[in-house]
């Protein structure tokens, strides 16, 4: 009996261009992450929903929940970083570990929403006790945005310790932080007067201003010269200035911007940030950072360092071209239907997608080419 419900609410059955520009995507740019010494992982479709809560109370709303079998709360995978520290608490020592990992993303849009979002993901995480691996991930991420051949897409650093730490200085109340920083976040300047007018006018300004801090280093520079920022703030920017100028050595095409107002639904960042941005989108390709306390619940102290890509979007402004298959009609004869098989199977040795078909009424103006078997075939 035909289901009388439509798909799920953002749900979708992609077609096979579709289905071929991720694939070939995930299979060539892991490959790539491999020559840098990765190791390709995937990690779990379900989670434990209190391994999660590592993720932040935003992040869990959207997350997709259910009761196993034994009675725990489980969850569709939604942030495959948080699986990826649980496997790294519990190894034995702590050492250098890189992945290239894939995945699927399960995400609900809202927590009172029946409307879904599954993608799939591909990614590297760097766990380690010494060294810096910044640049090479951030390497890895134009690599990945070289390979899949994407034109006028904009990369995004920031600096998740920047806002906290301005509020901090200008004595911003602990219960007005949650509201005030996502207003930032929004970039919402009618929201952010509302909830600053109690403050002093050079409070005001201020976070007034402070949603125009993006752009080149220089705009951005100058942008906040008249504040007078503290040594410690000043000191992230040149981070980000230093990354900045890094990058563009390693694709002096790309396009780089600095973003000072940058605030991050996860709570485990601690540094860096970087996300990758597309006319085309409505979302970032890529998003990622560092988190070097993820692991501290755990008892270990490992700096980490990584970032997923969005690979269902990412194929949509993809110009790469996976390798087109010929579709091949062979209208078999009814009576020596093995013969039609066998001779199906000698075709699609030639790369060419072979349709055995037994009704010659059909539709066949989608085929490329159209074989007729005979009867003397038989």
Known sequence: MTQSKPLAQGMSIKSRNQYSKEDALIYGILKQFETYGYDVIEPPSIEYYDVMAASGARAQQTMIKFVDPFGDIMVLQADPTISLTHYMSKQSSTSLRKF???????????????????????????????????????????KALSYAQVNNVVVELGHVGF?????????????????LSEAIKLKDLPAIQ???????????????????????????????????????????????????????????LVSIIMDCSTVKSQTYYSGLTMSVYSDETTEPILSGGRYDH????????????????????????????????????????????KVAFDYANSLRLSTKRVHVIFDDTIDLSMMDEIITMKENNS
């Open 194 to 252: 509302s909830l600053t007018t109690s403050y002093p006018q050079s409070t005001q300004d201020i976070l007034k201003d402070i949603i125009t801090w993006f752009g080149s280093v220089d705009e951005v520079k100058a942008k906040m010269k008249p504040f007078n920022l503290s040594i410690e703030l000043q000191s992230m920017v040149d981070e980000l200035s230093q990354l900045m100028s890094a990058m563009t050595s390693l694709d002096p």
């Open 294 to 337: 993820i692991l501290e619940q755990t008892g270990q102290r490992m700096s980490a360092i990584g970032f997923g890509i969005n690979v269902t979007s990412l194929a949509t402004i993809s110009n790469i071209q996976p390798p087109k298959l010929t579709n091949v009609a062979l209208i078999a004869n009814m009576n020596s239907p």
């Open 163 to 179: 806002i906290p730490t301005l509020l901090q200085s200008l004595k911003i109340s602990e219960a007005l932080l949650p509201t």
């Open 100 to 142: 290239a990992m894939v995945s699927s993303i399960h995400k609900a849009y809202t927590m009172h929403s029946k409307r879904h979002e599954h993608i799939k993901q591909i990614g590297v995480e760097v766990f380690y006790d010494q060294g810096l691996y910044d640049l090479e991930v951030l390497e890895l991420a134009l």
